[in-house]
């Protein structure tokens, strides 16, 4: 997949200078020489795939997206695309930017030439419209070196998880030292939700009885996903009949489903009742669609008793929906607290 080819070993007529006296004093010194790796500024591998560009949005094509896992990463990294030299981006980068799926960038800045080898942490970039958290995926540790001549090399590591990639980018560098200010942010709520599973929710649960099930009394918080016996399900996006899903009005939303791209939108609750869908209600909860196919509702108590959210595992209603372009602030990825987060 990726392709390489090895950089030619050169030796800058300044750094031989400096190896002389280093020699030189070493043989006059009682220390006993350390072994000299050569400068990974002269002793890199050349990463040139175009797709890593900020610019290829190919990643949002499940399978044009590509991961670096695979990869056998060995020792240093200069970034090139189209013959020009490039870097690993160290501001924040939308989600399905540079051909995969998790564009991965650096925290904290690039370093100077006279800082010589840093460290930084490779951060993932779940950023979509809902929220901002440039380093919600990763982070681990790689080396980085400024080098005479204006470029930077990279010893790049096997991301954690598919589909990660480095991104590439030539445009600005941030060049100043950090002192990174973790703030609190919140996570993506498609991996941090509560799971409801609730077989009486069923939508074919027509059963009448005396005791009807009512979410009022439930101290809703955050996000949460459905499941009836543990297969994956969703809040209908069509008009439930009365007394289905276990309870007297059955709730469902109204105006479709988003879709991943959308990020999260408000959606309409709605309860049948005298012969109008929407009769109770209706009130608004956020809605967001997550890649793997599954749905997260932020839910809230409803308005009256008895009635309660419905769970259905049949088709869903994607309807379009205008999608707010995502915006990034250059100076957020300094400011985000990484979370290790498993997913997949
Ligand atoms: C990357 O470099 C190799 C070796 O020089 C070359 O064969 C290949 O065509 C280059 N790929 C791109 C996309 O520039
Ligand atoms: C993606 O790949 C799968 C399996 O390789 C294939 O079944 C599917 O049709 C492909 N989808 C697209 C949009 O190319
Ligand atoms: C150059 O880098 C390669 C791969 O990282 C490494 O194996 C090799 O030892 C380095 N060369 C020198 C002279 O240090
Ligand atoms: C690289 O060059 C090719 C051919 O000139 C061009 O189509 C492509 O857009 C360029 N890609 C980038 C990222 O500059
Ligand atoms: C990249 O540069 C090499 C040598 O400088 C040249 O042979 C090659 O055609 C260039 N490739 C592109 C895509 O510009
Ligand atoms: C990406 O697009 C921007 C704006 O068009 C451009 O300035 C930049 O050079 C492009 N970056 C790459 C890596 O092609
Ligand atoms: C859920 O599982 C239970 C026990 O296996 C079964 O009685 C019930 O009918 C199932 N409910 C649904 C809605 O599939
Ligand atoms: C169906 O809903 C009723 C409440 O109306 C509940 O008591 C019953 O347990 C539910 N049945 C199933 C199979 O979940
Ligand atoms: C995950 O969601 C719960 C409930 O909304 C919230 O209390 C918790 O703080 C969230 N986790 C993180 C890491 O923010
Ligand atoms: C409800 O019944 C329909 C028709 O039998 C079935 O296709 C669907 O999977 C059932 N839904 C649930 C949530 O059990
Ligand atoms: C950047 O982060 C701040 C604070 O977390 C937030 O208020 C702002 O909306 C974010 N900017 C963008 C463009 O996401
Ligand atoms: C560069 O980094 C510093 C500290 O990390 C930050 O305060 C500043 O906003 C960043 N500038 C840009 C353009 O990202």
């Known amino acids: 997949m990726a392709s390489f080819h090895k950089g030619f070993i050169k030796t800058h007529p300044l750094i031989s200078v400096i190896l002389y006296v280093l020699r030189l004093y070493l043989a006059f010194s009682t220390v006993s020489p350390a072994t000299t790796a050569v400068d990974p500024c002269y002793n890199y591998t050349v990463l040139n795939d175009t797709w890593r560009s900020i610019n290829n949005t190919d990643g949002l094509h499940y399978n044009n997206s590509k991961c670096d896992r695979s990869v056998s990463w060995s020792g240093w990294y200069r970034l090139f695309i189209n013959n020009t030299s490039a870097h690993i981006p160290d501001t924040c980068v939308a989600r399905f930017s540079c051909g995969t799926d998790i564009p991965l960038g650096i925290r904290g800045g690039h370093p100077t030439v006279t800082d010589g080898v840093v460290t930084r942490d490779v951060c993932g970039y779940g950023v979509d419209t809902a ?5 919600m995926f990763g982070s681990f540790p790689i080396k980085v070196k400024a080098c005479p001549d204006n470029y930077y090399v990279y010893e790049l590591v096997s991301p954690t998880d598919c589909n990660y990639a480095y991104c590439a980018d030539t445009g600005s560098i941030n060049t100043s030292s950090t002192s990174v200010t973790p703030v609190t942010i919140s996570p993506d709520p498609c ?36 499941f009836i016996n543990n297969t994956s399900a969703h809040i209908p996006d069509t008009c439930v009949a009365q007394f289905s899903c276990g309870t007297d009005t059955a709730l469902w939303i109204r105006g479709g489903h988003p879709t991943v791209t959308d990020g999260v939108v408000a959606r309409d609750v709605c309860g049948y009742y005298d012969s109008y869908c ?40 994607t309807s379009p929906t205008t999608v707010t372009p995502v915006t990034i602030s250059p100076g957020n990825v300094t400011h985000a607290l990484c979370f290790y987060w498993l997913i997949f």
Do not use: H, M, Q
């Open 131 to 135: 929220a901002s958290y440039c380093c």
């Open 191 to 226: 991996y941090n939700y509560t799971v409801l599973d609730n077989p009486w929710r069923s939508i074919n649960n027509t059963s009448t009885s005396n005791s009807y099930n009512c979410d009022g009394s439930v101290s809703w918080s955050g996000w949460y996903r459905l």
């Open 278 to 317: 929407c009769y109770i209600g209706s009130f608004p909860i956020k809605v967001k669609a997550c890649p793997g196919n599954y749905y997260v509702y932020e839910l809230v108590s409803p308005t009256l008793c008895d009635s309660a959210y419905c769970a259905d595992t049949g088709s869903i209603n």
